[in-house]
Nanobody, 118 residues
Framework: QVQLVESGGGLVQAGGSLRLSCAAS????????MGWYRQAPGKQREYVAD??????????NVADSVKGRFTISRDNAKNTVYLQMNSLKPEDTAVYYC?????????WGQGTQVTVSS
């Protein structure tokens, strides 16, 4: 049974920081591409960042909207992916979802709420 469990969300003032974690189980974590997506109220889910699996060099990508502020990383020994979020803005308010992707296998976590107050 695959589980992705996000944590680390909460309420923060604009300009603050949060670190999200996503602990994975039930998958061969190191070979999966891991990603973060977010969904704000009334909007579609959007891509935030991803990090490739070990066979693809672990390269990272981030959306233009968060470039320079958010950093994605992974710890394959802990089966965990992180999203470090700095200089948070009110428009970053959303439910943040963890994603694991390998071929046709595509898994999602339940999400964690991030609220940035102005």
């Amino acid at each position: 049974q695959v589980q992705l469990v996000e944590s680390g969300g909460g309420l923060v003032q604009a300009g603050g920081s949060l670190r999200l974690s996503c602990a994975a189980s039930g998958i061969f974590f190191s070979i999966y591409q891991m990603g973060w997506y977010r969904q704000a109220p009334g909007k579609q889910r959007e891509y935030v960042a991803d990090v490739a699996g070990i066979t693809s060099g672990g390269t990272t990508n981030v959306a233009d909207s968060v470039k320079g502020r958010f950093t994605i990383s992974r710890d394959n020994a802990k089966n965990t992916v992180y999203l470090q979020m700095n200089s948070l803005k009110p428009e970053d308010t959303a439910v943040y979802y963890c994603n694991a992707l390998k071929g046709l296998n595509n898994y999602w976590g339940q999400g964690t709420q991030v609220t940035v107050s102005s």
